[in-house]
Nanobody, 125 residues
Framework: VQLQASGGGLVQAGGSLRLSCTLS????????MGWFRQSPGKEREFVAA????????DYADSVKGRFAISRDNAKNTAYLQMNSLTPEDTAVYYC???????????????????WGQGTLVTVSS
């Protein structure tokens, strides 16, 4: 199982970026997808997660109303649309996948079996 994250880059505060994460797995539609981020000197933190069908999502309080997670099962791809970015959003963003998580575990990084390589998002002030 391989996850390929992309879409990071440098953006000014107030701008937007869309991250993508493609899973090389036919069972993508049976996989919970999550996004996490890690800033220098900080622990990896939960950003967002989405269920198998895309009908249920969860977000960290810090990104609610600004970020949106979605998925396209036909393309084996999950997305993270990030709007109104601030310098505090600067981090390496990781996508993660797992086929067995219950909703209460979505925000727990240790529960995910598969991780992408990370994509750097830098927000300038």
């Amino acid at each position: 199982v391989q996850l390929q994250a992309s879409g990071g880059g440098l953006v000014q505060a107030g701008g937007s970026l869309r991250l993508s994460c493609t899973l090389s797995r036919r069972t993508f539609r049976r996989t919970i997808m999550g996004w996490f981020r890690q800033s220098p000197g900080k622990e990896r933190e939960f950003v967002a997660a989405i269920d198998l069908s895309g009908g249920s999502t969860d977000y960290a309080d810090s990104v609610k109303g600004r970020f949106a997670i979605s998925r396209d099962n036909a393309k084996n791809t999950a997305y993270l649309q990030m709007n109104s970015l601030t310098p505090e959003d600067t981090a390496v963003y990781y996508c993660a996948a797992d086929g067995t998580l219950i909703r209460s575990s979505w925000s727990n990084a240790a529960q995910y079996d598969h991780w992408g390589q990370g994509t750097l998002v830098t927000v300038s002030s």
